[in-house]
DNA sequence: GTGCGGGGCGCG
DNA sequence: AAAGCGCGCCCCGCAC
């Protein structure tokens, strides 16, 4: 991807070269970030610095310690307003420069981010040591673990010295990971990775007290509520939320507790989730008390709300805006994920946390969303050429199919029937199989026969013939990504009717996507099931650490086109921070900004241009937004 | 007491 | 012929 960098308000005029910052600060047994987050770690009042080294580039590092002002003068003398600053976890050193010492450099990067794509697949970790092991850097020092407890004024000169060393080694490998990585990421992912760091640092959503305490009371309630259901059979909390105790009070009332296979360890388990239709069955049971039962467990092990209100209120009692930590590629696909016991991206629809977060006075919040972005793509790969038309067209694509399933005409579609064409054009894309979208369709409170659900793939799959042989051709590829050696060279896959502009190169054990990131399978092999193009790779996101995740044709083009989804949507950000408008969230399809309120609609219209602009490596995408606005967050729906 | 896996649940 | 995917956090139960 190009960066046009020529100009644009991102860069000032006048720069002065990067600089590569480690702080190092005052720890001990239980005041450690091992046991706590950056946020209530930096803002406790035993936070102190106690000394920090830094290096500018072609320089030797150097160290610092000095009390408060001291360290200010020293840090000012940086003018980091005028650099890129580096660091290993910059939301750390970063929230240092910023929080405590109202300072803000121009640009972060951050080494342990930018490591993520090309060592966590390899590792399953990103910390300094394994970074430099993996880079074949100079060896990490341990000095740190003697420091533990030492606040700055009581530290021998020996002692500091050791410290100053330990410092410096790792801003000097912290500067060549920084030299190694650099080169390796596109203009766009570099200013991502700054936009990720400013998010955290430079909020600008504000925490409503108010509404966070009254949703906490009534947590409170129906929590009380549920127990007190329950306490004319003298059943406890402890009985309720534990699975073997739980299963003995339906016994106690002569119901045999529903089982299912665990998909993890193949042995038996209880079905007592939400997705458990006979579980859910137990709700309408004729015997009052197994309903209560039933009731008062959900209750209480729905824990988000309580847990999150808490997490919010912790935050609120010490930040003025709210710091919205975001992993930056947290999936093998590149996609972000939550971080610091605050994933943003998975808040209720429901519930008092979306509209806690509000905009200041005098401004308002903007939702902006690509609209089924991962199913355009999909057809735009698949060359499904009449999908993509109705995509362009406008045409409400879950109706239409609901139209062909129903087999009447798009005015007669009702809301549940346009729901199940919702979940077949955003499910069954990606090969999902009768059992699974049975099984999805009852969780969601729309039940239906295994026949039914059969059938309903069998139209799917008919009406869109293409993205089945999509699927096909992908399975091809994987068998490639095997058979390719190391040193093998690559070969590449022309989507039909040219659908990605240059074509996916497919090279041993990865992708390149075309902004020139991979998607990497390590250990790819045949999943040795006789019969079955399942292959199986090493995955640190598995259900334990290093197991081994299936993928075929579908999954594998469920991959593929959330990882072009996720580069869409960057794109847009990215362009639109360039312009001035730096957005303070992202949720996979979606980005959330705080603006003037006399701006809003000039925002809006900036906003759906840069969002739709067509994608140069996929010309032939109609992309469509959505664009919500509101005094909170949960008011743009 | 701490760490970890599994199940559950929220989002996309 | 058949096979949706991607996360993070909470909590329990168990191992160390």
């Known amino acids: 991807?190009?960066?046009?960098?020529?100009?644009?308000?991102?860069?000032?005029?006048?720069?002065?070269?990067p600089i590569t910052i480690d702080f190092e600060t005052y720890y001990d047994k239980q005041y450690t970030l091992s046991k706590m987050n950056v946020i209530p770690y930096v803002r406790d009042p035993r936070f102190e610095?106690?000394?920090?080294?830094?290096?500018?580039?072609?320089?030797?590092?150097?160290?610092?310690?000095?009390?408060?002002?001291?360290?200010?003068?020293?840090?000012?003398?940086?003018?980091?307003h005028r650099r890129m600053v580096t660091a290993h976890n910059a939301m750390f050193d970063g929230s240092i420069i910023e929080w405590i010492f109202d300072i803000r450099p121009r640009k972060y990067f951050c080494t342990m981010m930018a490591a993520r794509p090309f060592v966590m697949p390899f590792t399953g970790g990103v910390s300094l040591a394994t970074c430099a092991e993996f880079f074949m850097l100079p060896r990490?020092?341990?000095?740190?673990?003697?420091?533990?407890?030492v606040q700055r004024t009581d530290f021998s000169a020996d002692l500091l010295t050791e410290y100053s060393e330990y410092s410096i080694n790792d801003t000097v490998i912290s500067t060549m990971l920084r030299e190694t990585l650099a080169p390796r990421l596109p203009k766009d992912e570099q200013d991502v990775i700054d936009l990720t760091i400013k998010k955290f640092l430079r909020g600008r959503l504000v925490l409503d007290r108010g509404v966070l305490e009254k949703a906490q009371e009534e947590i409170q309630l129906r929590e009380a509520n549920a127990l007190l259901k329950?306490?004319?059979?003298?059943?406890?909390?402890?009985?309720l939320v534990s699975n073997s105790l739980f299963a003995g009070l339906l016994k106690r009332q002569g119901v045999d507790p529903p089982k299912k296979t665990s998909p993890s360890t193949g042995l038996p388990t209880f079905a007592f989730s939400k997705k458990d239709p006979e579980f859910m069955a137990l709700l309408k049971h004729n015997n009052h008390k197994?309903?209560?039962?039933?009731e008062s467990r959900l209750t209480l092990k729905s824990s988000i709300d309580r847990t999150r209100v808490q997490a919010f209120l912790d935050v609120e009692r010490t930040c003025p805006t709210m710091p919205v930590p975001i992993m930056y590629y947290a999936a093998h696909t590149g996609r972000f994920g939550g971080m610091m016991g605050l994933n943003m991206q998975n808040l209720p629809q429901k519930g008092a946390l979306r509209n806690a977060l509000r905009a200041p006075p005098g401004f308002k919040v903007i939702v902006a969303d690509l609209k089924a972005i991962e199913a355009r793509i999909t057809a735009v790969l698949a060359y499904e050429v009449d999908l993509v038309r109705k995509f362009r067209e406008g045409v409400d694509v879950y109706t239409d199919f609901a139209s062909a399933l129903y087999e009447k005409p798009a005015e007669d579609i009702d809301r549940s029937e346009r729901f199940v064409g919702k979940m077949c054009i955003l499910?069954?894309?990606?090969?999902?199989?009768?059992?699974?979208?049975?099984?999805?369709?009852?969780?969601?409170?729309?039940p239906m026969s295994e026949i039914r659900a059969t059938e309903i793939v069998a139209v799917y799959r008919s009406l869109y013939p293409n993205i089945k042989k999509l699927w096909r051709k992908l399975d091809g590829i994987l068998e490639k990504m095997v058979s390719i050696r190391p040193d093998g060279g690559s070969v590449w896959y022309q989507f039909p009717g040219g659908g990605l502009k240059p074509p996916l190169r497919v090279t041993h054990q990865r992708v390149e996507l075309p902004n020139s990131m991979c998607i990497n399978y390590p250990e790819l092999s045949h999943g040795g099931k006789l019969n079955k193009t399942v292959y199986a790779y090493r995955s640190f996101h598995g259900p334990s650490l290093s197991t081994r995740l299936h993928i075929w044709g579908g999954a594998f083009c469920e991959n593929i086109v959330q990882a072009l989804a996720r580069i869409v949507l960057v794109r847009a950000e990215v362009r639109l921070a360039r312009s001035g408008l730096v957005s303070v969230m992202q949720v996979h399809d979606e980005l959330v900004f705080v603006v003037p309120e006399h701006t809003v609609e000039a925002v809006k219209s900036v906003i759906t241009r840069l969002l739709t602009d067509p994608v140069p490596w996929m010309p032939a995408l109609p992309l469509a937004c959505t664009i919500g606005v509101g005094d909170s967050y949960g008011e743009c729906k």
């Open 1 to 17: 991807m190009q960066g046009d960098s020529k100009g644009s308000p991102f860069v000032p005029q006048v720069q002065l070269p």
């Open 49 to 80: 610095v106690i000394g920090f080294s830094w290096q500018e580039e072609g320089h030797e590092a150097q160290w610092f310690s000095g009390d408060f002002h001291a360290t200010k003068a020293k840090l000012l003398s940086l003018e980091l």
């Open 140 to 149: 990490k020092t341990d000095a740190v673990r003697k420091m533990i407890g």
């Open 230 to 239: 329950v306490s004319a059979m003298k059943v406890t909390r402890e009985q």
């Open 290 to 294: 197994v309903a209560w039962l039933v």
């Open 427 to 446: 499910g069954l894309g990606f090969g999902m199989g009768p059992t699974k979208f049975k099984d999805t369709m009852d969780s969601l409170g729309v």
